[in-house]
């Protein structure tokens, strides 16, 4: 086990893996996309007709399409997450086995996939109660300091919620090696995964801060150029003018060009949201295994049969 782990070495590691597997990180991207949209446009069609005038009322009929649509929605939004996790998975193996080829793009359906989802649940739930659990102090103390002094509580507000966001932030840092030490050792590794964190906190911190400041800017990117695309295909044309409209269908004008427009920037935008997802966990999955074994996997990895 190395002593420190390489920022630069991990953050390089998903320029290699979408160097090395472009057509990987474009299915991925896809499968996500194309599945998001087709959520949007069950649910869009299914509520088309949903009035918006004030006093207006859902027809009957639409009241146990909508109750059926809650349940289909439930199932559609469990299957989102397992394709995640599914691909989550892929992004792993495709990091940690560059060079080499596969058939299914690294996609599986197995016990690395199970254990990630037990993962991925455990650390969700813990972290949803621990910052319950500070907010709940931190609105006992601030309420407390109000009794006092408000100024004096709205500065301990300011400085209670930057130490919120702070023990957040360390706290994902020190989680982050548990899933990718869990595909790496096949078992349930969170105790292995914490103890590697452990004198790395300070790196760990940087790679996720820069990871999030990468997505940020290709966030924005990429949102702006969807919005230019839709300015341009005139699918908000008449958008917000005109007659109030009725309908949930009648608040679009253009429904037709926007999924044209969608259509149209499936193809680059599922690459990008593959390289998106390679960005933020290949560069923990190099951490770790830079510290379980410190000898980084050779790019030119003898190809898989």
């Known amino acids: 086990m190395t002593e420190s782990l390489s920022i630069g070495e991990a953050m390089a590691t998903p320029v290699r893996v979408i160097r090395r597997h472009p057509l990987a990180i474009f299915v ?5 996309m194309a599945y998001s949209l087709a959520m949007v446009a069950l649910m869009f069609g299914a509520l088309a007709n949903l009035p918006l005038t004030e006093g207006a009322e859902p027809p009957p009929e639409m009241v146990g399409q909508i109750l059926a649509l809650q349940g289909v929605s439930m199932l559609l939004n469990v299957g989102q997450m397992a394709l995640a996790v599914i691909i989550w998975a892929a992004t792993m193996r495709a990091t940690l086995t560059i060079g080499r080829s596969d058939r299914y793009f690294f996609m599986r359906v197995g016990m690395d996939e199970l254990r990630l989802v037990v993962v991925g649940l455990a650390l969700f739930l813990g972290a949803y109660v621990a910052v319950i659990i500070l907010v709940m102090l931190g609105f006992s103390i601030g309420f407390t300091l109000w ?11 300011f400085f209670l919620t930057l130490a919120l966001i702070a023990a957040v932030a360390v706290a994902m840092a020190r989680l982050s090696l548990i899933a990718p030490a869990t595909l790496i050792l096949k078992r349930f590794a969170f105790v292995e995964g914490w103890k590697l964190g452990k004198g790395q906190t300070l790196a760990l911190l940087g790679l996720l801060v820069c990871t999030w400041l990468i997505y940020m800017v290709i966030y924005f990117v990429m949102a702006f150029v969807v919005i230019i695309a839709l300015f341009a295909n005139g699918a908000l044309a008449g958008f917000g003018q005109g007659a109030v409209p009725e309908t949930l269908g009648e608040m679009i004008p253009a429904a ?8 149209v920037l499936l193809i680059p935008g599922s690459f990008a949201y593959g390289a998106v997802m390679t960005l933020l966990c290949a560069p923990f999955v190099s951490a770790c295994r830079q510290l379980l074994d410190g000898a980084p996997q050779d790019d030119a990895a003898p190809a898989m049969v």
């Not at 009794?147 to 507000?157: F, L, N, Y």
């Open 256 to 263: 037709g060009a926007l999924w044209g427009v969608a259509g």
């Open 28 to 32: 991925w991207g896809f499968v996500i």
């Open 147 to 157: 009794q006092i002094s408000e100024p004096a509580a709205a500065i301990a507000g």
